[in-house]
């Protein structure tokens, strides 16, 4: 599976940390039966090198430098982005993922992570996996600048077989 930076899968602990945190911990998220499994994590950065290996995108946009605006042009790779209705959670390459599309989860700002676990409460979500969006929505926010540029990947691939242990 290809994703994003803040990809967030489901681990053992019962948290969705995204993708770009397990590159440097523990790689063990959920399959669809329960099961824990570990994965391999290798992050592709977009290079010259590695231009080619998905579809392409240029972003242009005007950038506010000084006194003068100036056209800003991003070159990355295409990515793309879906809400799941409810939960949010849903399957994909094998293991259980998340995406924070709640649309007040998207007025939140960096640092309201814990607003955002107050409403998920106040709306019937447990308190454990309301935290976790709360975490979720704050690295989001840390990454989104790298992810709106389209400019870097994660791979994440389960063992032969697609087990968990």
């Not at 681990?11 to 969705?16: E, L, R, V």
């Not at 003068?68 to 293991?95: C, S």
């Not at 814990?114 to 929505?137: F, I």
């Not at 990454?143 to 994440?156: A, I, P």
Request: net charge negative; hydrophobic share 40%; aromatic share 8%.
């Amino acid at each position: 599976m290809i994703c994003t930076p803040s990809h967030h899968f489901l681990d053992q602990f019962g948290s969705f940390p995204p993708i770009s945190e397990m590159v440097v911990r523990v790689r063990r998220v959920m399959t669809p039966t329960g099961a824990l499994t570990e994965v391999a994590v290798e992050r592709i950065v977009y290079s010259a090198e590695t231009v080619d290996l998905f579809a392409r995108a240029v972003v242009a946009g005007m950038s506010a430098g000084g006194a003068a605006l100036q056209p800003v042009e991003v070159d990355g790779w295409q990515t793309y982005n879906f809400e799941v209705e409810d939960v949010h959670t849903y399957v994909a390459g094998g293991v259980r993922v998340h995406n924070t599309s709640y649309g007040w989860a998207h007025e939140a700002d960096l640092g309201l992570g814990e607003k955002v676990r107050h409403d998920a409460v106040r709306r019937g979500v447990p308190g454990d996996y309301a935290a976790s969006l709360g975490r979720a929505l704050v690295a989001e926010k840390l990454n989104s600048h790298k992810v709106n540029q389209c400019q870097g990947q994660y791979s994440c691939t389960l063992p032969p077989g697609g087990q968990g242990r």
